[in-house]
């Protein structure tokens, strides 16, 4: 079993940057692969990155943030983040994290947490 607290959303205005943090509990958190993911209203959870088990040497980007975020994960703090440069409004959403086998599609992930609020002013 792993639970997954997010953390570091907020509002920041276009053009800005955050760094989201996903602490994870467990003694297997480096055997997980963890992915992003978000909501924005009205619309279908989307992926938004994802970064492979152990050293997380393979991580993927959906293409709307490829070269403006970044994943990492820190093992020995059991967390993962995902720091965010130029943001758009179209950024806005509610991010959640995940651990599952492998960084694969949504329904891979067995775990998710709770998800917090990234707003992006004009």
């Known amino acids: 079993q792993v639970q997954l607290v997010e953390s570091g959303g907020g509002l920041v205005q276009a053009g800005g940057s955050l760094r989201l943090s996903c602490a994870a509990s467990?003694?297997?958190?480096?055997?997980?692969?963890l992915g992003w993911f978000r909501q924005a209203p009205g619309k279908e959870r989307e992926f938004v990155a994802a970064?492979?088990?152990?050293?997380?040497?393979?991580?993927v980007y959906a293409d709307s943030v490829k070269g403006r975020f970044t994943t990492s994960r820190e093992n020995g703090k059991n967390t993962v983040y995902l720091q965010m440069n130029s943001l758009k409004p179209e950024d806005t959403a509610v991010y959640y994290c995940?651990?599952?086998?492998?960084?694969?599609?949504?329904?891979?992930?067995?775990?998710w947490g709770q998800g917090t609020q990234v707003t992006v002013s004009s």
């Open positions: 467990g003694r297997t958190f480096s055997s997980y692969a």
């Open positions: 995940a651990a599952g086998p492998v960084p694969g599609e949504e329904y891979e992930y067995n775990y």
């Open positions: 970064i492979s088990s152990w050293s997380g040497a393979r991580r």
